[in-house]
C-alpha cells in the first residue's frame, strides 16, 4: 500500500509530507502528487507545457529527496488538470491508503476554514484523507 500526498511546494504541503511520514504504516511507501491546475495552463500560454511540467518536476523531486533521506521509500508525479479531481483519481487508480493534503484558509477566516482542494478532496474521497496545517 501507499500513502499518497498532494504536493504544491507550499509550507502546508511540506508539513503534509513530514505527517505522511508518520501516519503512514510500517514499509508503506509514498507518492508524492504535483497537479498543474489546468486554468494555471492557459494563463501561462506564453509557457510551454513542458516548462511548467519541468517546474513542477522539480518541486516534486526535492519532496521525493527529503523523504529518501529520511529512509523513506517514494516516488513523484506531475498530473495536469482539475487538482481535486485529480488527486481523488491517482488515489483511486493506485489504491493509496489515504491522502495526506495541507489546508489552505481564504480571507479573513483563513485559520477556521479548509481551501476548496483540500474540501473537495474531503468530501468526495473514498479513503481516509488527512488535512495538514
Known amino acids: 500500500m ?3 500526498v498532494a504536493y504544491d511546494g507550499s509550507d502546508d504541503a511540506d508539513k ?3 505527517r ?3 501516519a503512514r ?6 507518492i508524492v502528487l504535483f497537479v498543474i491546475p489546468k486554468a494555471f495552463i492557459k ?5 510551454p507545457s513542458e516548462e511548467s511540467h519541468q517546474r513542477a518536476q522539480e518541486f516534486v523531486n526535492a519532496a521525493v529527496r527529503k523523504l529518501s533521506q529520511r529512509g523513506v521509500t517514494s516516488i513523484g508525479v506531475v498530473r495536469e488538470g482539475n ?3 485529480e488527486i481523488l483519481d491517482f488515489a483511486k487508480e493506485l489504491d493509496c491508503s489515504m491522502i495526506v493534503i495541507g489546508s489552505k484558509g481564504a480571507g479573513k477566516a483563513g485559520r477556521f476554514t479548509i ?3 483540500a474540501d473537495k478532496v474531503m468530501r468526495h474521497a473514498d479513503r481516509p484523507v488527512l488535512v495538514v496545517r
Open 2 to 4: 501507499t500513502v499518497l
Open 16 to 18: 503534509a509530507i513530514e
Open 20 to 22: 505522511a511520514i508518520v
Open 25 to 30: 504504516n510500517e514499509g508503506e511507501s509514498v
Open 43 to 47: 494563463a501561462l500560454e506564453a509557457m
Open 83 to 85: 487538482v481535486a479531481g
Open 115 to 117: 481551501g476548496s482542494v
